[in-house]
């Protein structure tokens, strides 16, 4: 009531304001004298404007706010980009210049305003107004034209009408007979403020978004993004989304090596409000499968960014791009509260995340592992011959890697069919990777999945995915690689671990070095176990445990030799100089495709 009261009495203030301006005489025979202009205050966002406050400045502003208003109190078309424009090419602040015109044309309804679309009473000489005033083709092209002349010729230290200060006290000089013009203009800046609802005072925020089903490559995703504001506040509908993709480890679900990085552009999504406080978007997946990152933000109806001082951010989102066709794994948390895996196929069926179809039944025996009803009528069967593996990779070093599950996939997963099987608890600390092997025609992919696994303070079963990219994926996305070996992860921290292919005898080698911690406690050591993950080779997990030489603290190296060929995860991590499982913050992970070592030291693709 009392923002609502408010704004009545603002209104009716600039009604008089604006009587007074248009209808009455204000020539020079007014008995009172201009105030000289003595000073310049700066801008601030949100606080009172006055005659002296300096016009160059950035308002704060967006064009849906000045819409909003302009759409509220006047006859006048929306005009919110073109004053923002004026205020970007010219360098006028736009609360000043849309408070200017309401001055001039009677809050958009004087007849120099509405038929010559001229909104500033520009040449609009006191003698005969509608005679003189410029017609302009357009009230946007009257606001780039006027906001121009007030650059060049009241603004600027060399113009026509300069009058020594960037204020509307200076520009009222030359500009209005009017001796109280500047501070009518100053009115209306702290009214139409008033009038303005930023999305701040809304208390908009928004939430993560998601991803309504997995993206598929070249085919359509839908995101939603809840949001909230005050009780009653509702979220601008002239706002715009941009949606960019930016790739993260595209090599290690693509068959084919791009030539070059994959564009990331700011795209504007079509926008569709859904009941319950969310935004919909619809989206186009990019052309190439394996890990992207999507950012979302919320811009202004002219398609710029929001101001800084109004520009709710939007959390990004790690999503999983999949092939057509993609034989893809998710790891979860069963009902049973150990692990559990849900196999599905891309573009072909639903999607699931398996947390509520897991079955507490024997990992091992097939027949009572759940598939969706859809699956028995399929016509094509995919899991003919194709075995779900799980590996668990202890950060324990006294513990041996192991196969948690092999379990063969069903004959009757085929198109639109979900499969999720229970594969017991695992060892914790630990790495889990689950794969599909073996029974896949060529044109089909399966990328592996990895999970860090523990327990929480209550001793329940808990998953962390784990992002790891390919060593080619370094060198597509534009970071250098050393001229000796290839970084997969960067040693920034004390106790964080890099690991590297370097060249050496016999080649490969997979060495890993160790930055220094302050006062360290003893010698640690390191733990390096490898797994193939490959489809078509045996997994053979490979484990090596290393002491770094006398010389540590400080930059130390290991190698661990003679890494056999092919697409291999590697997992590396310090183990404490008293032994005990790996701290998980020191983990490095990486793809490696072993082959041989170029002297620039890249891994050939």
Known sequence: MRTHLLRRVALGALALLTTLAVVAPVEARSPVRKIEPRRVVPYRVGRAFTPNTNVLSASGYAAWMIDEVLGRTTPLPSLGAAFLRAEREQGINARYFVAHAMLESGWGTSPIARYKRNLFGYNACDRDPWRYATRFPSHAKGV?????????????????????FTTPRAINRYYASDPRWADKVAHLANVLDKLVVTLRERWVRFRRPALVDRPIVGAPAVLEIPWRAKPGAQLPP???????WTP?????????????????????????????????????????????????????SDGRP???TDRPPIPSLEVRVL????????????????????????GLGPDGDGADDANPADPADDADAKVTPDAAAATQSVGTGATLEVWTLPLDPAQSSYRQALVPL????????????PVGAPAVPAVVVARIAGGLDASTRAVPTVALAGRDADGRLTLTPLTVA?????????????????????????????????????????????????????????LVRSLAVEAAREATPLSSVLQFPEAWPGAARVV?????????????????????????????????????ISETGTVPC
């Open 144 to 164: 780039a034209a006027v906001a121009e002349i007030l650059r060049e010729s009241y603004l600027t230290s060399d113009g026509r009408w300069w009058y020594r």
């Open 410 to 421: 069903p004959d009757a997963l085929g198109p639109g069919a979900t499969w999720t099987v």
């Open 560 to 596: 661990v030799p003679g890494l056999p060929a092919g697409v291999r995860l590697v997992v590396a991590g310090i183990v404490p100089p008293d032994g005990g499982p790996v701290d998980p913050a020191t983990l490095s992970l990486a793809w490696i495709e072993v082959t041989t």
């Open 238 to 244: 002239a706002l715009r989304f941009a949606v960019r």
């Open 248 to 300: 993260v480890a595209v090599i290690e679900a693509s068959a084919e090596v791009p030539a070059a990085a994959p564009d990331a552009p700011w795209r504007f999504a079509p926008r569709t409000d859904k009941p319950g406080d969310a935004v919909r978007l619809e989206l186009a997946a990019p052309a190439l499968p394996g890990l992207w990152r999507l950012d979302v933000e919320a811009r202004d």
């Open 306 to 308: 929001l101001p800084e």
């Open 323 to 346: 092939a057509p066709g993609e034989i893809g794994v998710a790891l979860s948390v069963g009902d049973d509260g150990d692990l559990a895996a849900t196999v599905t196929i891309a």
């Open 470 to 526: 390919s060593p080619r994926d370094d060198l597509l996305l534009g970071r250098e690689p050393a001229a000796d070996r290839i970084a997969l992860a960067p040693v920034e921290a004390p106790g964080s671990v890099r690991i590297a292919v370097t060249e050496g005898t016999p080649a490969p080698e997979i060495g890993a070095d160790l930055a220094a911690v302050e006062e360290p406690p003893g010698r640690p050591s390191l």
